[in-house]
């Protein structure tokens, strides 16, 4: 976590990359479809064989969307606590926002990027 690089698919990639150095100049709108992509990510645990699933959410915005953000949160929290009944364990980190507490039960807040990856590990260290 600590190095300049992205992986996809198995591969790394350097910031110096044509499709990486493109990241600096990406903006988002704090804002993010939650509850449908921790849906789509519930699917895709739910087909793996492991008896074991644990969903990590990482967000550094709330859920919303341009049109209309409570009704957002309310489906990410519907989805959620659908996602808790499948057995799947939910474990939340925001990133400089306090919103993903009020959707993962299980979250923590980082307000500096610097310490990220060490809280991070220490998360994943006390779920596993």
Known sequence: MGD????VAGHQKGYSEP??????GVYGTRLAPLGEAMLI???????RPESRKIMLVLTDGR????ACDQSACHHA????TKIAASGIELVGVGIMDESLCEIVSDTIVR????????QLCKLLGRTL
């Open 4 to 7: 300049s690089s992205g992986s």
């Open 19 to 24: 499709g990486m150095r493109r990241l600096s």
């Open 41 to 47: 990510g519930a699917g895709r645990l739910t087909a």
């Open 63 to 66: 859920a919303g969307c341009e």
């Open 77 to 80: 929290k519907q989805a959620a």
């Open 111 to 118: 307000h500096h990027l610097e310490d990220l990856s060490t």
